[in-house]
Structures are given as C-alpha cells and as structure tokens.
Nanobody, 115 residues
Framework: QVQLVESGGGLAQPGGSLRLSCAASGSIRNIYGMGWYRQAPGKERELVAAITSGGSTDYRDSVKGRFTISRDNAKNTVYLQMTSLKPEDTAVYYC?????????WGQGTQVTVSS
C-alpha cells in the first residue's frame, strides 16, 4: 500500500504561480514513477507531468515550459511547480504513484486560476 497526500492547491491569478506537493508513504521502495494528473469539470482525467525513479520527466504539450515536476527522494515528495498559469489550468490535480501492476492516487487538490 502507498499513501499519497497532496497539498498546495488554491486560487491564483492568470500569470501567477502555485506549487503542489505530494508526500508518499508506505511501500514506496516499489514506486517506479510518479505523476500529476488533472480533471476539469465535465472532462476526463489527463496526465500533466510524470517523473520516473531515474529522474526522467514528461509533460503534456500545453504545460511544457510552464510547469516543472521534480522529486526529493529524501522526503519522498514530488512537486509540481506551476508558473504562467492560465484559466484553462483550473482543475482538481491528483498525484499518482505507479508500482508494478498498481496505480495509487491522492485525494486531489483544487487549483483555480481566475482574476
């Protein structure tokens, strides 16, 4: 079992920044990748950014150059630094951990971008 606790969501103005954190606990040694997904009202959940245990990263095109995913192995925490936020970034953001044959999800944190 893996537990994921997200924090850092909230309200930001267009062009602003937020940083999301995801702290992992439990059977973390089997995690081979972590990521951030988001789901806006009426839309499907989509991958925003991912990072492997080796540090390789991947981003969806709409956030490239604006969002940065990183990890602190000592703290078992993954971060999503979001800059130049746009109203279309508004969604519930979910942390995800991938183990062989298993996916774990956090509870989600709301990000709202509005003036």
């Amino acid at each position: 079992q893996v537990q994921l606790v997200e924090s850092g969501g909230g309200l930001a103005q267009p062009g602003g920044s937020l940083r999301l954190s995801c702290a992992a606990s439990g059977s973390i040694r089997n995690i081979y990748g972590m990521g951030w997904y988001r789901q806006a009202p009426g839309k499907e959940r989509e991958l925003v950014a991912a990072i492997t245990s080796g540090g390789s990263t991947d981003y969806r095109d709409s956030v490239k150059g604006r969002f940065t995913i990183s990890r602190d192995n000592a703290k078992n925490t993954v971060y999503l630094q979001m800059t130049s936020l746009k109203p279309e970034d508004t969604a519930v953001y979910y942390c995800n951990a991938r183990l062989p044959g298993l996916f774990y999800w956090g509870q989600g944190t709301q990000v709202t971008v509005s003036s």
